[in-house]
Nanobody
Framework: QVQVVESGGGLVQAGGSLELSCTASGRVFSINTMGWYRQGLGKQRELVATMTNGGRTNYADSVKGRFTISRDNSKNTVYLQMNSLKPEDTAVYYC??????????WGQGTQVTVSS
């Protein structure tokens, strides 16, 4: 069993910052890719940012230069620092952990709301 717990969402004004974190616990031996996805109201879930265990990152074009993903492998934790937030960043943000081929775990989601 693997548990994935996210934290850090909330309400912020446009231009503000938030940091999300996601920690995996339980039978976790190694994690390949850790990442963040989001789903706005009435929209499909989309990739925000991912980071491999080798440190390679991938960002959605819409967040490049504003969001930064990082991870602490010793803590099985991934972070998402979000700066210069825009109302269009409003969504439920989900953490995703890949621990093997086709083996993914999702967090419960954390709401991020950016007011204009």
């Amino acid at each position: 069993q693997v548990q994935v717990v996210e934290s850090g969402g909330g309400l912020v004004q446009a231009g503000g910052s938030l940091e999300l974190s996601c920690t995996a616990s339980g039978r976790v031996f190694s994690i390949n890719t850790m990442g963040w996805y989001r789903q706005g109201l009435g929209k499909q879930r989309e990739l925000v940012a991912t980071m491999t265990n080798g440190g390679r990152t991938n960002y959605a074009d819409s967040v490049k230069g504003r969001f930064t993903i990082s991870r602490d492998n010793s803590k099985n934790t991934v972070y998402l620092q979000m700066n210069s937030l825009k109302p269009e960043d409003t969504a439920v943000y989900y953490c995703n952990l890949n621990i093997g081929v086709g083996i993914n775990y999702w967090g419960q989601g954390t709401q991020v709301t950016v007011s204009s």
